[in-house]
């Protein structure tokens, strides 16, 4: 194989990589966006779980990290929110940005 012809095949393994690894991290950093409106049914430390008004929606669980402390703390069971926010990679909790009292 000669230089030039081994260079090409180089050059071309390294861009193949490179593409490989872009569209890698761009698929494993998306979030989805969610809204979720709903009732308290506890707060503690940075965690917030709330029933979905929608029928049939299991509990989900908030994490608080991201928020305003000022929009959850004075927040209690029973009452009625509207969280904004992202499910991470893990798919786990939402990860609250913005939380109404509603």
Known sequence: MSRRTFGKALAAAVVAAACMLALRVDVGSAQVGVVIAGRVLWVAGQTMVVAPYASGTAPVRIDLSQASQDEYMRLTTGDSVTV???????????????????
């Open 84 to 102: 904004m926010g992202i499910i991470p990679a893990e798919g786990d909790r939402v990860m609250a940005t913005s939380i109404r009292d509603d």
